[in-house]
């Protein structure tokens, strides 16, 4: 029996659930000689916004115990550095781009959706409105429902191509945002992003992130990851993304079971490489072991 | 680059706090060129999940060597890593030393675990020149025989005399370097910080060109993540790069160091 | 030098910084046999609303990568059965004792104080307004000011001993819920209660608990927790109680630089008994090596 | 109980998957009960910070024995303690086995590690009586010969019949029950829940005492979190007993099972 791993978020269709976590990949040649960019089911792009941004000081990153912290602040090539610099070789590739969009104010969403939307090799768009690392930047859109719609309605007016709001994990009801998020005309959710924390050095008194705060992300977080998953899928009926420290097939599996369409490996990149590999490997697997015929069978099958 | 499953061959002490680690690596081994680094996966680690970065001090066909200092979690784990274990690679990484000017004397300048950044450029280096070598004591400064052996005149450095002249790198370099036509020096640096810097400096005082191998933590390796960033000088300003993927190796003039 | 490790919170005293976490450490009797109780800065008990309550069925605990999830359910004697059960046991040690208080709608939070309030051992009210396990139970007050705020204030009215609100995690801001507790006249706050979360069991497709969701705690949680500890300090003036993930005498350092005045140990207790000691001496260690000479003077010192 | 840091004596393959791991312990060792249980912290577990809960086969002066087969996370890590570490475990645990009544006939029933939980109340019985062993074949069923030197009239029930009575344990339970004075039996179990209930319902119909041991997953091990709990029977329904701490022997009477 062959199995169709196969999933659509809006109109784009991903060969497999498996996306990569925004921040993780760079823009696609970094991990090119490590992974196979044509078996993965979509990249998903380090966030852009109009302009250069030049991010956070360092330290950038600190490692936690079973997770890390990332303050990178979101530094980037702009919209038409993008273009410039990495959509000429992302091309090459039969993998749909999911660019990950974010601004300093709601216009700035609108103007990279704008600058971008005319090549053909962004497929979609991931729009980052819970970033705990930049003061500006989205943070305060991801935690008010209002503002939340308006940045969504300002981003559906400017492109056809799937958009796809990334969701704040500290919000008491995620079903709101995932609900206003379908109603403002989104085609699908990612959930989640880091978890806003901080580490300070206790021999020295000052936080190990140059930016004082930063976001969790890795296996600490995947618990968290999946009951927003669960309660989200409850609340509205577009695709999720899933991720929050997929380490292992089976981590993603729970993400689909869950709710999740589609999974995004992060962290575990940066620890094994063959990651996105065995995951995909892993779900075909398990989809074959359990006598499923597509990964779309798989998702929401929680019986709860 | 690649990721590699490689095989535990030797792990011993090698001299003061330092041990050698070598690995069969024969896909990562042959492609190693002067100055790279390997990201490798402390096996056992638990709960700590980053691979931790290391100068690849020899290579060759069959594999590779770190010499390591256990100063944290990753390098105390790695006490029982044993032989024939298996120890997950990605490598080589980094942009490397470039080709030496053969019209130039090389200058090594090192400390730390950078005399052992440096092995590889200085075997591989067809001209032998002169290697200055700072430490604390004798016990920290490593690789003073295999450097001789390979040719070149090691002119060594202690805070406390016990080896070499006292004083910082600069005690020996100073003095030396008002003897040479300034300009005809390459100089290949991998040491703390206010070695790179002092070394820079003078390069760009007296200018002669300045090769500084710099370490910034990181998380991905491969240029990804964008945690391992230094300022590096544009013609309008400056801009990062990644120490993992632009780096560890820029020219002296590059760097807009933090005051 | 000899050094004071005694804090107050509002008028109880306690001679160390240390507490227990609500829930980890029974009513006293239960690890007395491994523990000193007479060591403790303060006796925190688990959760106590006016009458019995079943709590959960069972699984109520899973194990997750570095740390645990818990859906217990609060069960409990209810406050008569907690006076005349452990009263007589707790009262035979010089540790004040906090009695962690919930209720499933908000009078019963006043009740419960009515209840326990004539008993000398009661030393403090810790105020359950976060818990994630049980559908009534406070976690509705926790992320709403307006219900938060009436529960303190009728608590206020009811009792004259320290009363500590305990903050639930998944709030985008948590400086307005400790300037609230404040406001509403709360001696101190806590932070933080479990991190809701979940996990799925991909063979059954069942969760992994029998209330579906529960509260994740220990080590993945800790920089969750920091950063909210730090950012109510800023908030607030009230003295904060930190906790989450503090398994090592560094890990209530770094809670008490980021702004707690007392730290309490929880799911470390199940892993090894030793870690209060072990946390009292090394908060004593480290102000000597630091050359402070109270506890109170670590308090809030991050350079940030 | 206490917490005590033990030392590995021994640690072998025992039966099948079964291994013997015997830890020196003399602050645990003198205090055990039969049907105790320790709390042991698996070293090198990394990210997986519980304790887990073994029954305690041999116990005395010196410390402990358990025999535990690999079955996850925890017990697959065990396989890497050697002789000589050092393992933390808290101890000793749970209500353990009432003392026999004299006037009975003791008859023991068990399967999985059950067999060696009931090894110590064999042991210290003064009263040698018949103990049914279940498993699926012969290699599962533990400690037939330890028993049998001690006194006991093992009869072993296998589920493939290649040892003794093919079946559940009932299946030789049940024809011996019929032929025994019933009310003079008292009964000791442990074992899967299948057989616990099984024993415990027939305990209840045919009116004699059956203490069965009651497994649930823990986290505390000691009473205070309220993980490990199952209904007990009261008067006017049911309350919740702590396996770790009321239990884990319960009189059959006194379970409320699940549906
Ligand atoms: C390019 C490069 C080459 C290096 N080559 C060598 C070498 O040949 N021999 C050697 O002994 N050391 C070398 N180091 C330093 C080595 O990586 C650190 O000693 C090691 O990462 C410390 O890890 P830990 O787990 O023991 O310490 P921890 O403090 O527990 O580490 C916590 C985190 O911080 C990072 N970190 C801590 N110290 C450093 C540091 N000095 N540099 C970079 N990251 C750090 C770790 O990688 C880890 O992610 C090199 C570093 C870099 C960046
Ligand atoms: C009172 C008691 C006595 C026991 N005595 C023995 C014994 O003598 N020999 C033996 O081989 N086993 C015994 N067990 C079962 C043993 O505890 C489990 O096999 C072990 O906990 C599994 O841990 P793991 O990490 O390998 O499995 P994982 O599945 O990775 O464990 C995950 C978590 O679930 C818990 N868990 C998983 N399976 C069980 C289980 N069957 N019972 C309780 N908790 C479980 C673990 O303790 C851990 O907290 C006993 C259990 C209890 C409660
Ligand atoms: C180094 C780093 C950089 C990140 N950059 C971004 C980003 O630019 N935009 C974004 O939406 N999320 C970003 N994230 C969040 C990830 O996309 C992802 O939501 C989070 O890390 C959880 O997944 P993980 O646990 O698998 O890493 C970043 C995460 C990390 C670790
Ligand atoms: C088994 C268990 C039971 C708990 N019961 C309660 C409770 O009754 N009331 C409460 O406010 N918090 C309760 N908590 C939360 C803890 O008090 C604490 O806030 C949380 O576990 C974080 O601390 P830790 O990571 O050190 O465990 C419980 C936690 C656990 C693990
Ligand atoms: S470590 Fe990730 S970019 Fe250098
Ligand atoms: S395991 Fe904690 S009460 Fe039994």
Redesign the interface.
């Known amino acids: 029996m062959s199995i169709d791993l196969s999933i659509k978020i809006g109109s784009m269709t991903m060969k497999n659930p498996v996306t990569v976590a925004s921040g993780t990949f760079g823009y696609g040649p970094e991990y090119a000689e490590l992974i196979d960019l044509n078996r993965l089911g979509a990249i998903t792009v380090k966030g852009i916004c109009p302009e250069e941004h030049v991010g956070n000081q360092t330290p950038r990153t600190f490692e936690t115990r079973g997770g890390m912290l990332n303050a990178i602040g979101l530094p980037g090539p702009g919209a038409q550095g993008f273009i410039d610099k990495y959509v000429p070789f992302l091309k090459q590739y039969n993998t749909p781009v999911i660019v990950n969009i974010w601004g300093k104010g709601m216009d700035d969403y609108g103007t990279v959706v704008d600058m971008l939307d005319g090549a053909d090799t962004v497929s979609a768009y991931e729009i980052n409105l819970s970033c705990p690392n930049v003061k500006e930047g989205g943070s305060a859109f991801g935690t008010d429902t209002d503002s939340f719609s308006r940045v969504i309605e300002l981003v559906r007016a400017k492109t056809q191509k799937p958009i796809i709001p990334k969701l704040a994990p500290n919000v008491p009801n995620i079903g709101k945002f995932a609900k206003a998020a379908e109603n403002a005309g989104a085609d699908a959710i990612s959930i989640m992003n880091t978890m806003p924390a901080m580490a300070i050095n206790i021999e020295t008194l000052e936080p190990e992130l140059a930016n004082k705060f930063g976001g969790l992300s890795g296996p600490p977080i995947k618990p968290i990851a999946i009951k927003l998953v669960f309660d989200a899928f409850k609340a509205c009926s577009i695709p999720i993304i899933g991720m929050g420290g997929i380490f292992e097939p089976e981590d993603a599996i729970e993400f689909m079971i869950a709710g999740a369409t589609s999974v995004a490996v992060g962290t575990a990149n940066f620890v094994d490489p063959t990651t996105i590999d065995r995951v995909i490997d892993g779900i075909e697997a398990y989809l074959a072991r359990k006598g499923l015929s597509a990964a779309s069978e798989l998702v929401g099958t929680v019986k709860a | ?3 590699e499953k490689a095989t535990v061959l030797e792990h011993d002490n090698f001299q003061g706090e330092y041990r050698i680690l070598r690995l069969a690596a024969p896909v990562v081994g042959p492609m190693v060129q002067p100055g790279q680094f390997l990201e490798l ?1 402390v096996p ?8 931790r970065p290391f100068s690849i001090y020899q290579a060759g066909p069959e594999g590779a060597a770190v010499l390591y200092k256990p100063v944290g979690r990753g390098t105390d784990a790695m006490a029982a890593i044993q032989v024939g274990d298996e120890v ?1 690679i ?1 490598g080589s990484l980094g942009n490397g030393y470039p080709e030496p000017d053969p019209n130039k004397l090389p200058v090594l300048v090192a400390g730390g675990y950078g005399n052992a950044a440096l092995y590889i450029l200085a075997e591989r280096m067809e001209k032998k020149g002169i290697a200055f070598f700072g430490g604390r004591s004798a016990i920290d400064i490593l690789l003073v025989k295999e450097f001789e052996a390979l040719g070149w005149d090691v002119r060594p450095t202690t805070d406390d005399g016990s080896l070499g002249t006292q004083g910082l790198v600069t005690a020996a370099f100073d003095p030396w370097m008002k003897e040479q036509d300034i300009q005809s020096l390459e100089v290949f640096v991998c040491g703390p910080n206010p070695m790179l810097k002092a070394i820079g400096d003078r390069a760009i005082e007296h200018n002669f060109t300045a090769w500084l191998s710099l370490d ?2 990181m ?12 300022k590096r000088k544009t013609e309008d300003g400056w801009e ?1 790069a990644r120490c993992c ?1 632009d780096g560890p190796i820029f020219e002296s003039r590059e760097i807009l160091w933090d005051e």
């Open positions: 680059m690649k990721q996966q056992r680690l638990g709960e700590r999940i980053l691979r997950n990605i910034k933590n998380a991905c390796g491969v240029g990804a993540c964008l945690t391992c960033v230094i990062w993927k």
